[in-house]
């Protein structure tokens, strides 16, 4: 197909766009409500300002507040350190989400939360399909290495003493019956 037909495509498929979209808006008052939201869809996706976190809580007063609007008690309720500019958004523990109880009834289990549950304010470092840094490890970091610069050590053992012996089919000298001719390929 040449770049011609496709230019006169797209420019066929935008007067066609345009001449559907002028018979919507022109003919009834009704179709300019149902063609605003391909022109107004941003008006779906708006910032709630009541996610906002607010200032630093500086009273007692102000802790327990901030504390009662994420849902916690003031005791287990620390926000991060002024200086951070996160406000009074409280400093939850770095628990990612395969670290997490697999067997608990979640409100919503594919995410391992339930409702009203403050998320972590670096939430998207411990998502289900990121690398969780609380998991406790089956075997430390220095047995790993040990077995992986072992096993790679080993071979590398194995390919430089070996180098020097032949390894295939042990295969006998040719035999040859005597001088001369020994063949023929015509009956000459």
């Known amino acids: 197909m ?9 420019m066929f498929l935008n007067v066609k766009m345009s001449s559907l979209l002028k018979r919507a808006l022109f003919n009834n008052s009704q ?4 063609t605003a939201a391909l022109f107004c869809n941003a008006t779906r996706n708006h910032w709630n300002y009541q996610y906002q976190p607010g200032p630093y809580p500086k ?27 996160y406000g009074d958004y409280p400093k939850l523990p770095d628990i990612g989400e395969d ?30 399909d990121r690398c969780d ?10 047995h790993q290495w040990t077995w992986f610069l072992g ?21 006998t000298a040719k035999q040859i019956p ?8 015509s009956p000459n």
């Open 133 to 142: 840094i609380s998991i406790r490890r089956r075997f430390s970091l220095l």
């Open 99 to 128: 670290s997490k109880d697999p067997h608990y009834p979640y409100d919503n289990p594919e995410l391992k939360r339930n409702f009203n549950e403050p998320l972590h304010a670096t939430a998207e470092i411990f998502g289900g």
């Open 59 to 85: 009273t007692p007063e102000e802790r327990a507040a901030a504390a009662k609007k994420y849902g916690m008690t003031v005791e287990e309720y620390t926000p991060y350190p002024e200086d951070m500019g």
């Open 178 to 185: 005597g001088q001369g001719v020994h063949y023929l390929f």
């Open 2 to 10: 040449s770049s011609k037909c496709i230019v006169y495509g797209c």
């Open 151 to 171: 096993t790679l050590g080993g071979f590398a053992l194995l390919m430089v003493f070996l180098e020097d012996y032949k390894i295939g089919r042990p295969v």
């Open 31 to 34: 179709s300019i409500r149902k």
